[in-house]
């Protein structure tokens, strides 16, 4: 478990807190970062005479300083870290009840979507995939067995900005949980907290680690009593990361807020120039005017992140081409490291998604996914360029 102790870390700015929050210099040896406690057990004064720490799946030092920092970050209380991504995703899950029933978007992440409907439905819970920015279906989909509104914002891969407020009202008058993924926009873009959310999730192998060489999960919130349940069950399922794959994301967070600012810019300039490109049918970025939700972004969030999509104004074998031909964009699946990465959603990250369901919520076979790294973006303009003309020639 992970408030922030006697420190008033709120008192700081993000880029702040996102190199001191949860953290101090070890008292011994003066050693500035968080050393990698790599141990399993810790020795007892007595029996269950412990110094706050008996075996580490319950509790690490490095882990506890992560989750400090991860609440800080997301203005939250209470921070939990997890083995993945995933990992946050099931213990949410956990919480519910045979019986019980969700409402979610029907353009969710693949794996969300996956253990949604391949596990936990095998558990008797009940699933609704509806268009989360219509929020008259949303309310149409709540019913009295609905405990839990899980929202993506920006959506992934159509990048839909979901107005949290909004949904989290509605979950609140059906007395079910508001959980926000803000793996995309990341707490230096948005803090679903401060709109109402009970819950934030995050797959922390993306933007906060930063370097794409680390798997991990979180999940923060304020609610002291929900904050204890769902420590409960990362201690009891036992999805926790190891200490140095703490150490990394520590790491990796110190330098989110300006990795953050250039991913932005330029996804921003790579958006435009996309959206005036001959080759390319249709680009999704909240920082485009075009984009139907650019205003709530621009409300919501302080910047419109990294992650971006384009329909490839070709043929479905043609897009392929143009994922397979780049050099400076890798052909992989995550996203959020520093360097960019391209994929076909449809074929990799969304594949676990039958294709009517894909096709209904205009996830098409040539839709086009790139997380945009911190490389110079004029080679990025030119690598999608001579990817276009190896397409099309």
């Known amino acids: 478990m992970s408030d922030d102790g006697d420190a008033d870390e709120s008192r700081f700015r993000i880029e702040t807190a996102a190199i001191h929050a949860g953290q101090e210099p070890d008292p011994e ?27 580490s799946r319950t509790g690490n030092p ?17 921070g939990r870290a997890f083995s993945s991504g995933m990992g946050s995703i099931n213990t949410v899950c956990n919480l519910l009840s045979a019986g019980d029933h969700v409402v979610t978007g029907d353009d969710v992440y693949g794996g969300t979507h996956r253990i949604f409907t391949q596990v936990y439905e095998e558990y008797d819970l009940e699933f609704d995939f509806v268009d989360t920015t219509d929020h008259d279906a949303v309310r149409d989909a709540m019913r009295e067995e609905t405990e839990l509104l899980w929202v993506e914002t920006p959506t992934n891969p159509l990048m839909r900005v979901n107005d949290i407020g909004a949904l989290a009202d509605i979950a609140h008058e059906h007395d079910a949980l508001c959980a926000v ?23 922390l192998t993306k933007y906060l680690g930063g370097h794409s060489d680390v798997v991990g999960g979180a999940l923060v919130t304020d609610d002291a009593e929900l904050d204890e349940r769902i420590g409960f069950y990362q201690n009891s399922v036992g999805a926790t990361p190891s200490p140095f794959d703490c150490f990394l994301v520590l790491r990796g967070t110190k330098t989110l807020p300006v990795r953050m600012d250039r991913h932005c810019d330029n996804a921003r300039d790579l958006a435009a120039w996309l959206d005036d490109h001959d080759a390319v049918e249709r680009v999704y970025y909240p920082g485009l005017d075009s984009h139907p939700q650019h205003d709530l972004a621009a409300e919501q969030m302080d910047d419109f992140g990294g992650m971006l999509s384009f329909e490839f104004d070709g043929t479905l074998e043609q897009a392929s ?22 994929e076909q959603p449809a074929a990799m990250t969304h594949a676990a998604i039958p294709k009517e369901e894909r096709e209904a919520a205009g996830l098409t076979d040539g839709l086009i996914r790139v997380s945009v790294g911190v490389e110079h973006v004029e080679d990025m303009k030119a690598d999608l360029d001579a990817a276009f003309d190896a397409a099309l020639e």
Request: charged share 20%.
């Open 29 to 55: 040896t003066g050693a500035l970062m968080t050393p990698i406690h790599a141990n399993s057990t810790y020795e007892q004064d007595g029996p269950g005479d412990h110094r706050g720490y008996e075996y």
């Open 181 to 203: 993924d803000n793996t995309f926009a990341t707490p230096y873009l948005q803090r679903p907290l401060e709109h109402g959310a009970d819950i934030v999730s995050h797959s």
């Open 62 to 78: 490095t882990r506890t300083d992560l989750e400090a920092n991860l609440a800080a970050l997301e203005g939250g209380e209470f």
């Open 321 to 342: 081409t143009v994922v397979e031909e780049t050099e400076v964009f890798t052909l992989a699946e995550s996203l959020g490291g520093v360097e960019s990465l391209i």
